[in-house]
């Protein structure tokens, strides 16, 4: 039994009234009836039937220290010519549709219950793949102004399903967003490093051991500045755990 199939019988009796979040289907009765997979027109639902968990795009083998997908798993040239700031790195999937789909209507259309059946799909990948609990979750944070026009903390809302299955502390207020930066979308890697340098500040003592969390790692820039912050204020071990990989 793969982790899609662990996930949809942990989750089943959470959402076994409702229709599917991407085909509309009715997950009372496993319908299969796709009204349109990865289309514009999504279904109203939060949770995922069978078929259509089955149709996200799994990352598979990759870059234990980036996620950079591989054809087998190791460490990519650039993370051993110049590691990155933080140890580990995992992401569930590539960032394509229909799994892209889901994290936009996510982030930027207001869905905010998809963050529970998507932290439950990170969730159990993490769980499938054995990984080291850390003393302490952290998401990665929003600027206050970026977060009032929001409303919400994306990064936060998938972290919350994690930590409570994982049974690892949460802590929101431990990372902090010390300035409004740009969006990241039309930067390329260059200008990315340098939109999010010095970014972050940590308040207080990061633990020894903590994990990073984040809806999609695209050049890592992000999770790179946010992880040489925590490093800073004491973290020993760092892993960054994202919902997808983008940009390979």
């Excluded at 394509?96 to 963050?115: C, N, V, W, Y």
């Excluded at 990984?131 to 990064?155: D, K, S």
Aim: aromatic share 6%.
């Amino acid at each position: 039994m793969d982790w899609l199939q662990k996930v949809y019988n942990w989750s089943a009796t959470r959402h076994f009234l409702g229709t599917c979040a991407l085909c509309g289907g009715d997950l009372g009765i496993g319908s299969a009836d796709a009204i349109s997979v990865g289309g514009q027109r999504h279904g109203s639902g939060t949770a995922l039937c069978p078929g259509c968990r089955a149709d996200l795009p799994d990352l598979g083998p990759a870059c234990g220290r980036c996620a950079t997908p591989l054809p087998f798993p190791g460490t990519c040239g650039p993370c051993l010519r110049r590691p990155p700031f933080h140890d580990a790195a995992l992401a569930a999937f590539h960032y394509e549709s229909p799994l892209s789909d889901l994290l936009i209507d996510l982030k930027f259309h207001g869905r905010l219950a998809l963050a529970r059946t998507l932290g439950e799909l990170l969730a159990a990948r993490l769980e499938e793949a054995d990984v080291a609990r850390p003393g302490l979750i952290v998401p990665v944070p929003l600027h206050p102004q970026r977060l009032r026009e929001r409303g919400y903390n994306q990064a936060l809302e998938l972290a919350r399903p994690v930590a409570r299955r994982l049974g690892v502390p949460l802590a929101p207020e431990l990372g902090v967003r010390l300035r409004a930066t740009a969006s990241q979308a039309n930067l390329d890697p260059q200008a990315r490093r340098r939109n999010v340098r010095g970014a972050f500040g940590v308040q207080g003592i990061a633990p020894a051991s903590i994990a990073i969390v984040d809806d999609v790692i695209t050049t890592g820039s992000t999770v790179a500045a946010f992880a040489k912050a925590l490093r800073r204020a004491g973290a020993r071990h760092i892993q960054v755990w994202a919902m997808a990989r983008a940009g390979h």
